[in-house]
């Protein structure tokens, strides 16, 4: 069935085909802004296993059975800087230092326990594709230290290190601001782009002396921990001012007691104050500071003061690392047109992060442990040590929320004629919240979880308390997509509704004003006195009259 009688005749003109109109590229004229831009990014943490055989040293009596491995590492380089085109892999190195508890074959004279420091070297290789121009900044931690007694004279360890990584590629954004000679209508929004002021490592000279808790004279030191807290810090137009303490944790043998020819353990807690002041030139607004420490340095040792009394000395250089942040508040070209000319232009999407700032909570924790150790019971709680194992931050209405697990290990003393040292380890979960305005839930969080304070009582010879105060400081990253405004070109001058004068125009609902003057080859503002509107706002059905 055909229909040729019925159709008019304009309808018979065949149709053209589509054609590329023709385009030209603005060569001269143009008006682009550079700003630099850091994209801060942290990189899925990498895990190193190491296996090493350690030996008791001939000075120090058989092993019988250890009672505690722990200790911490350290990076040769934290900072890499720029790796070399094509490069694929990161080359890590660095050290372990081990502090091991046992209990020997037969009673020592000099201590019930017997220490053992060790340092074990690693070099490995993290395959890892880093781009051009980007560097890093590297942390490390031990995850886990399984061991087993090979003879009386050796042992075997094997470690889980974990190292993690913050990733910082500067890169240089051309943004579009207009033409020379030429009237752009532009739409703007604006952004805030985080760079990296300044990045500074600081050390600070610690000489502290403390006294020994009142009781026997200190032989020697078995096991020391030492950490590192920040409790504020506050940047000004010239230094950055970092308050914290460090946490001491000492082991040590004293002089037995009367009626007594084996030496008592006891412990000691000390919180060494310090204030740093680190002198910086930065200019703009800052959005934020990044602090890490480096407390390899850092020991204690038994020596005597000028009066002769016996003291522990907290010695060494603490390294602190600065991270300075800031924002440029940058309006952007999100969109632009031409009222008599065809203008043509592409958009790429970039992204980076923005810093935010940080946010510390605190929280009390109290755990109940069961002593399940063969029939012991406990009649002295020698010594204490906890270490966080694990974190994760996220949001909970307008709170940021820490959860992860402690890593609490005690050394006992039973009770009972023949009494026994024996360790005790529990993982405890905890849960650090703080509250925190204006957060719209896609921010990302860094988190650093530190013990302010741990101690341990016992309840009944089966029932252990342990109390610990933690810290968690969350650095909040919001990740800040935005478009960029390339290739601005001139098209074929023959844009839809070029020759209308005057219209009539029903609103949808997906109509802006921006849209609608951009379609017509008119202004906003035009639109917006023409028809007495007071804001932006339109609706779907409202009615507009267009006049160009």
């Given at each position: 069935?055909?229909?040729?009688?019925?159709?008019?005749?304009?309808?018979?003109?065949?149709?053209?085909?589509?054609?590329?109109?023709?385009?030209?590229?603005?060569?001269?004229?143009?008006?682009?802004?550079?700003?630099?831009?850091?994209?801060?990014?942290?990189l899925p943490k990498t895990t190193i296993t190491i296996e090493e055989d350690i030996l008791v040293p001939d000075t120090k009596p058989d092993l019988h059975q250890i009672l505690i491995i722990d200790g911490k590492c350290h990076l040769a380089n934290r900072q890499i800087q720029q790796?070399?085109?094509?490069?694929?892999?990161?080359?890590?190195?660095?050290?372990?230092?081990?502090?091991?508890?046992?209990?020997?074959?037969?009673?020592?004279?000099?201590?019930?326990?017997?220490?053992?420091?060790?340092?074990v070297s690693f070099r490995e290789q993290w395959h890892k594709a880093v781009p051009k121009g980007a560097s890093l900044l590297l942390s490390c931690f031990i995850d886990k230290i399984?061991?087993?007694?090979?003879?009386?004279?050796?042992?075997?360890?094997?470690?889980?290190?974990?190292?993690?990584?913050?990733?910082?590629?500067?890169?240089?954004?051309?943004f579009f601001e207009g033409l020379a000679g030429d009237e752009l209508q532009l739409l703007k929004e604006t952004v805030n782009i985080s760079s990296v002021a300044m990045q500074k490592k600081d050390t600070l000279n610690i000489k502290e002396d403390f006294v020994p808790i009142s009781g026997p004279s200190p032989?020697?030191?078995?096991?020391?921990?030492?950490?590192?807290?920040?409790?504020?810090?506050?940047?000004?137009?010239?230094?950055?001012?970092?308050?914290g303490f460090i946490y001491v944790n000492l082991l040590y043998a004293a002089d037995s007691t009367e009626g007594s020819s084996c030496p008592e353990?006891?412990?000691?807690?000390?919180?060494?104050?310090?204030?740093?002041?680190?002198?910086?030139?930065?200019?703009?607004?800052?959005?934020?500071?990044?602090?890490?420490?480096?407390?390899?340095?850092?020991?204690?040792?038994?020596?005597?003061?000028?009066?002769?009394?016996?003291?522990?000395?907290?010695?060494?250089?603490?390294?602190?690392?600065?991270?300075?942040?800031?924002?440029?508040?940058?309006?952007?070209?999100?969109?632009?047109?031409?009222?008599k000319k065809d203008f043509v232009c592409n958009f790429e999407n970039e992204k980076c992060k923005t810093i935010l700032g940080t946010s510390t909570g605190e929280s009390s924790l109290r755990e109940i442990i069961s002593i399940d150790e063969g029939g012991l019971e406990v009649e002295?709680?020698?010594?204490?040590?906890?270490?966080?194992?694990?974190?994760?931050?996220?949001?909970?209405?307008?709170?940021?929320?820490?959860?992860?697990?402690?890593?609490?290990?005690?050394?006992?003393?039973?009770?009972?004629?023949?009494?026994?040292?024996?360790?005790?380890?529990?993982?405890?979960?905890?849960?650090?919240?703080?509250?925190?305005?204006?957060?719209?839930?896609?921010?990302?969080?860094?988190?650093?979880?530190?013990?302010?304070?741990?101690?341990?009582?016992?309840?009944?010879?089966?029932?252990?308390?342990?109390?610990?105060?933690?810290?968690?400081?969350?650095?909040?990253?919001?990740?800040?997509?935005?478009?960029?405004?390339?290739?601005?070109?001139?098209?074929?001058d023959c844009p839809e509704n070029h020759n209308l004068s005057m219209v009539i125009y029903i609103c949808r609902d997906e109509d802006s004003l921006w849209d609608i003057a951009k379609k017509f080859k008119t202004t906003a503002a035009s639109i917006m006195e023409i028809n007495d509107l007071d804001t932006e706002e339109i609706c779907a059905g409202q009615k507009l009259l267009i006049i160009k």
């Open positions: 069935m055909t229909y040729e009688k019925e159709i008019p005749d304009f309808a018979l003109v065949p149709a053209k085909e589509a054609g590329s109109s023709a385009v030209t590229p603005i060569t001269q004229g143009a008006i682009f802004s550079p700003v630099q831009v850091t994209n801060i990014t942290e790796l070399p085109e094509n490069e694929d892999s990161i080359n890590l190195s660095g050290e372990l230092e081990l502090q091991t508890l046992y209990i020997p074959e037969k009673k020592d004279a000099q201590s019930p326990v017997i220490p053992i420091q060790s340092r399984d061991y087993m007694v090979v003879n009386e004279r050796k042992f075997r360890v094997k470690i889980q290190l974990s190292i993690k990584a913050r990733q910082f590629t500067d890169s240089k954004i051309d032989r020697n030191i078995l096991k020391q921990n030492i950490s590192v807290v920040e409790n504020y810090k506050q940047t000004t137009a010239d230094k950055v001012v970092i308050n353990l006891l412990q000691h807690q000390e919180r060494v104050e310090f204030t740093q002041f680190i002198p910086i030139q930065q200019s703009g607004r800052q959005c934020g500071v990044s602090v890490t420490f480096d407390d390899w340095d850092l020991k204690v040792k038994l020596t005597q003061d000028s009066e002769g009394q016996d003291v522990f000395r907290l010695e060494g250089e603490l390294v602190t690392m600065v991270d300075l942040y800031k924002n440029n508040e940058k309006e952007i070209v999100v969109d632009a047109y031409h009222r002295k709680i020698l010594y204490q040590t906890a270490m966080a194992v694990t974190a994760e931050s996220k949001q909970e209405q307008n709170k940021i929320v820490t959860e992860g697990s402690i890593l609490v290990r005690l050394i006992c003393l039973s009770t009972g004629d023949e009494a026994q040292i024996f360790a005790v380890s529990e993982v405890i979960p905890y849960r650090v919240s703080s509250s925190t305005a204006g957060l719209s839930g896609d921010e990302e969080f860094s988190q650093i979880i530190s013990l302010k304070d741990l101690w341990a009582e016992k309840i009944n010879p089966k029932q252990l308390e342990v109390n610990i105060c933690i810290l968690s400081c969350n650095e909040i990253i919001k990740p800040t997509p935005f478009k960029v405004l390339t290739n601005p070109a001139f098209g074929a």
